[in-house]
């Protein structure tokens, strides 16, 4: 949204740069939140319904992904990619066992479950 004119001052392209760094750094948020949940993630603390929830690093990136493409089904390849840049082939397993372990911390004790499998693709976060 903003442009020089040739020829420009060196000191003015600065001056805008840092202008649109200081605008950028203000809008980042280091939240993320859908529906009940909250996920910081800067302290990685987790809280449902104002209930903190304790997870592994793994499960938060888990979430974190998922959160991230909420309402979106996302398949155990997209999943084993994002967490550990591998081949997925043979390892659907571990997705799952992960996934069980996310679902019974951040569903279990509430209503509405927020992690669904997505059938025959993945699983989807539906807040």
Known sequence: DDYLVKPFAFAELLARIEALSRRV??????????????????????????????????????LEFLMRNANKA??????????????????????????????????RGFDTPLIQTVRGIGYAFRA
């Open 74 to 107: 996302v398949t155990r390849r997209m999943l084993c990619e994002h967490l550990w840049d591998a081949n997925w082939e043979g390892v659907t397993n571990v997705i799952e066992v992960h996934i069980n372990r996310l679902r019974s911390k951040v569903d």
């Open 25 to 62: 750094e203000r809008s980042v948020s280091y939240e993320l939140q859908e529906g009940p949940l909250t996920l910081d993630l800067r302290t990685r603390r987790v809280t449902r319904e104002g209930k903190d929830i304790e997870l592994t690093p793994t499960e938060f990136n888990l």
